[in-house]
């Protein structure tokens, strides 16, 4: 092994900032990657060879360790940008793949906060309890939490924080649904509506889902919460149906509540069986349940999310996807998916009426529902003006403030039961139709 190492070690993936940096590299028998001392800019996966870590003290050498195919190393210095804290060395030709640090940094900023805490103290406490230090890396540690740190720190704090506010909000039974009106634009008649999560917070009073929905999915609470909501609409959904019924004039017969679910609650909870036992408990037709979906959580795991809509699907249940335009669907997993709705994202439905690139968006997407037979939703509905434009444009659905902002039970059985379909017609009489079949056979 002596005289082996090359004048110039060759961290590989550093000083080639065009290289692509998920290409393997190849590092022949004996040469050295890096030195102690040295910055580091990529760790290692190794795909076929084997390397030593090293230190030199006093003119000998000592291996601190080695690793072979499958495992990983040198990711320290590229985590905390300190200075490498040991060299290493092929010991056989080795093909590694690098993970540069810039790759890691654009990670752990998406990461959750508690994340990057506990990442950085794993690491600050290696390194304090790495005994052979050497003269290269000492004194070079930051002597207190950096501002990027601290910052983490006091997110951390809040995070755990909310996240015991939203066990004591299950335990003790402090959130709500409210229920937004949708209605058919052409008639003016009430089709359905979405359940949209509240809590009552007594200390903050009523706090939107935008505050609160984020955390609960970074702690995995949200599906408990999720249990919760299908629970909830199991006691709120007959009532308000019950209600449609006795005005058929201005409610349509096929009202349906939708709802919100997540990727998370999709992958790591059984959706379509605790949707089973709560249609059995309550006699809800599963005609009348609608799971709004919001196509970035689709595009997370399209195979996963595919298998449990399609029980939900074969259940009978119309499957939405919500906040349609902004998640860069692939309109190929879209087409495998059992999708009976898709919702316009209320960004173009805002911008519609000032902005013919958004009209010309909103009428592609209502196109692509009409020509894959799904129904469409404009979402965020505030004026008189923009639910005439839908409706000229062929969109059967409308949401908004418009027709009716987000309210409690009580009052969303008022509004069914008082309806008035005249008053929110946008399209002319003969228009009028009483729900039409969907390509899938069920009420959209
Ligand atoms: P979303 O599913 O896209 O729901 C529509 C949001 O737009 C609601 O906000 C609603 O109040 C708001 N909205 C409706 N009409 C208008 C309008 O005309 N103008 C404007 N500016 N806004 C309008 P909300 O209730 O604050 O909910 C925000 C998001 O939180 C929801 O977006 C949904 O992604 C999520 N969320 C709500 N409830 C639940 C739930 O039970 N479970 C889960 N996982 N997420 C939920
Ligand atoms: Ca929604
Ligand atoms: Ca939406």
Redesign the pocket.
């Known amino acids: 092994m002596p005289g082996l190492a090359p004048a110039f070690p060759v961290d590989v993936a550093a000083p080639r900032p065009m290289q692509d940096l998920s290409e393997p590299v190849t590092l022949p028998a004996g040469a050295v990657l890096f030195e102690e001392g040295a910055i580091g800019h990529s760790a290692y996966l190794i795909l076929s060879g084997r390397i030593a870590i090293f230190q030199r003290r006093d003119g000998g050498e000592s291996v601190l360790g080695r690793r072979g195919a499958g495992e990983l190393f040198g990711e320290m210095a590229i985590l905390d940008a300190l200075p490498r804290s040991a060299g290493v060395r092929a010991e056989e030709d080795c093909v590694l793949v690098p993970v540069g640090a810039a790759q890691i940094r654009q990670r752990l900023a998406g990461a959750d906060p508690i994340l990057r805490l506990c990442l950085e103290g794993l690491i600050a406490r290696f390194r304090e309890t790495l005994p052979r230090l050497g003269p290269a890396v000492a004194g070079s540690r930051p002597a207190a939490l950096s501002p990027a740190a601290r910052a983490d720190f006091d997110a951390t704090v809040a995070a755990l924080a909310q996240e015991r506010a939203l066990r004591r909000a299950l335990a003790q039974d402090e959130f709500a649904?409210?229920l937004?009106p949708i209605v058919r634009l052409a008639t003016g008649r009430l089709a359905g509506f979405?359940?949209?999560?509240?809590w009552h917070d007594p200390e903050r009073g009523l706090v939107?889902?935008?505050a609160f929905?984020p955390a609960?999915?970074a702690s995995g609470l949200?599906v408990a919460?999720?249990a919760w909501?299908i629970g909830e609409i199991g006691r709120i959904v007959p009532p308000i149906l019950q209600a449609g019924l006795q005005a058929p004039a201005s409610v349509e017969t096929s009202l349906f509540v939708s709802?919100?679910?997540?990727a998370q609650?999709l992958a790591r909870s059984d959706i379509p069986g605790l949707i089973d036992a709560m249609l059995r408990r309550t006699g809800i037709a599963p005609g009348a349940l609608k799971l709004?979906i919001?196509e970035s959580t689709l595009m997370q795991d399209p195979a996963g999310a595919a298998a449990a809509l399609a029980r939900c699907r074969a259940a009978g249940l119309g499957i939405a996807v919500?906040?349609f335009g902004t998640g860069y669907s692939s309109l190929s997993h879209l087409s495998a998916l059992p999708i009976t709705t898709l919702?316009v994202?209320?960004a173009f439905?805002?911008a519609m009426l000032a902005e013919p690139r958004d009209r010309r968006i909103v009428q592609t997407i209502l196109r692509l529902a009409e020509e894959i037979g799904v129904a469409a939703v404009a979402?965020?509905?505030?004026g008189r003006a923009e639910a005439e434009a839908l409706a000229a444009m062929g969109c059967a659905l409308g949401?908004?403030?418009?027709f009716g902002?987000?309210m409690p039970q009580a009052d969303a059985l008022a509004a069914a039961a008082a309806w008035d379909a005249l008053r929110w017609r946008c399209g002319p009489a003969e228009l009028a139709d009483s729900g039409r079949q969907g390509a899938h056979g069920a009420r959209i």
């Open positions: 649904l409210f937004q979405e359940a949209l999560i509240r939107p889902p935008a929905i609960a999915e949200i919460i999720t909501v709802f919100n679910v997540t609650d709004e919001t919500d906040d919702k994202d209320r439905v805002r979402e965020g509905i505030e949401q908004g403030y418009h902002r987000p």
